[in-house]
């Protein structure tokens, strides 16, 4: 995606700054230097920059934001827990099966696979034969559909947040990995 020249100068900036002082600026010191008279300016620019994939950084956290590029890898061998069929999910007991898969869409070490063996989610872009990276707890922050199992042992999507029973929910899908 492309960035405005101002996203650009302040990515430019913190890139740098990483670079010479091993940790990044705060949003003050950021404002200070572009001389912004508030600091929700800086915000605006640092969302968008997240929003392009570019940056991360952890809510309410000082000094830690981080280059997309420079980001660690948390794991790329996942779990095959299940698979979801067309009348729900039918879960696989221990050992699971390890799957290597980008680790650009792991976004924690607690994710695991489910393997689409329906094309009731193709309304979804899922197809069947795809896999589901889920993460088994549900993030404000992750804008990925929400698995949630009905009280008949159905299964279907959401959009976060969805406001049912919790105990309803499986997990939040935060990728599709698609085998050609």
Not at 57 to 62: A, C, P, T
Request: with cysteine; proline share 6%; charged share 25%.
């Amino acid at each position: 995606m492309a960035t405005t020249p101002k996203q650009k100068a302040v990515f430019d900036y913190i890139k740098n700054y990483i670079d010479e002082n091993g940790f990044s600026p705060t949003f003050g010191e950021i404002a200070q230097h572009f001389k912004y008279k508030s600091k929700g300016t800086v915000y605006k620019h640092i969302k968008a920059l997240k929003l392009k994939g570019l940056i991360r950084q952890e809510w309410n956290r000082v000094r830690s934001i981080q280059l997309a590029s420079k980001r660690k890898k948390t794991a790329s061998l996942l779990p095959v827990r299940g698979e979801w069929l067309s009348d729900g999910l039918r879960w696989y007991s221990p050992p699971y099966i390890l799957t290597g898969i980008p680790p650009d869409i792991v976004h924690n070490n607690n994710s695991y696979l489910m393997l689409v063996k329906t094309s009731l989610l193709n309304k979804h872009h899922i197809l069947k034969g795809d896999m589901v990276v889920v993460q088994p707890n549900t993030s404000e922050h992750c804008s990925g559909k929400q698995i949630v199992e009905n009280k008949r042992g159905g299964t279907t999507l959401r959009n976060p947040p969805w406001k049912g029973n919790p105990d309803q929910i499986v997990g939040q899908i935060s990728g599709v990995v698609r085998k050609y």
